[in-house]
């Protein structure tokens, strides 16, 4: 799979939760199934290990093995894809950007370690360190409470300007109009998701996308939303 750039990620992308069976294993036949549904429905891309995909309970092993899963499924369906690659430290996302490069996805979600936080000054080091341990990789910086630490715009500008090659967009979980508003117009640069609750003011003020959990039991009302999103702005522009 190739990487995408800033301009390629856009549209609805589907949060896949991790199928597990009664013992305890990854479901890889029921992971490949919902993988070519979401391709059949229409959706753009499919994502997993976010709090959707239950990553926090997942370790090294078994997430390189779910990653190889889903490597095989999204190849197969020729489906844009992203794994998400949070953990408390930064070597263990430095571990699961690595494990999903290695499965075929450069494309990842980061959010900051979410069990001590960072302090505010050593964010651009721990970008600086994610990209010397996987310079291939590209990030979707996953905007999230739960990372402690919420960049404005004109950081996530600064932030991009200094990893041009890694840095293509975010993943905005702010229920604030306010916040989303600034962002996007401080930092154009970088593709901004907005989630359900915000997607129809988010795509008003510019952002390309929506990452969506409602898209799985609800694609038609999902998709021919944001479509209506897109052609609202393409009419006034």
């Not at 290695?102 to 994610?130: C, Q, S, T, Y």
């Not at 795509?203 to 969506?212: E, F, K, M, P, Q």
Request: hydrophobic share 40%; glycine share 8%.
């Amino acid at each position: 799979m190739k990487a995408l750039t800033s301009d390629e990620l856009r549209g609805v992308w589907a949060a896949l939760p991790t199928p597990w069976s009664a013992d305890g294993r990854i479901d890889a036949g029921l992971l490949e199934e919902n993988v070519r549904r979401y391709k059949e429905r229409g959706i753009h891309g499919v994502y997993t290990t976010d709090s959707d995909g239950e990553f926090y309970a997942i370790e090294i092993d078994q997430f390189r093995e779910l990653a190889k899963i889903f490597g095989r499924a999204v190849a197969t369906a020729s489906l844009p894809a992203a794994m998400g690659v949070t953990w408390s430290h930064t070597a263990g996302i430095a571990d699961r950007i690595r494990a999903s490069l290695d499965a075929g996805i450069p494309n990842v979600h980061v959010a900051f370690p979410f069990w001590m936080p960072l302090a505010k000054p050593d964010v651009p080091r721990f970008f600086e360190d994610l990209a010397r341990a996987a310079p291939e990789a590209r990030w979707i910086h996953y905007r999230t409470p739960r990372g402690h630490i919420l960049p404005s715009g004109r950081e996530y500008a600064r932030y991009q300007q200094t990893f041009p090659n890694q840095f293509i967009g975010t993943k905005l979980g702010s229920t604030d109009i306010t916040e989303i508003i600034e962002i996007i117009a401080h930092a154009p640069a970088l593709t901004h998701f907005a989630v359900e609750y915000t997607a129809v003011p988010a795509a008003l003020a510019g952002a390309r996308g929506v990452y969506s959990y409602w898209v799985k039991t609800m694609p038609g009302w999902t998709l021919g939303t944001w479509r209506l999103c897109e052609e609202g702005r393409n009419l006034r522009q």
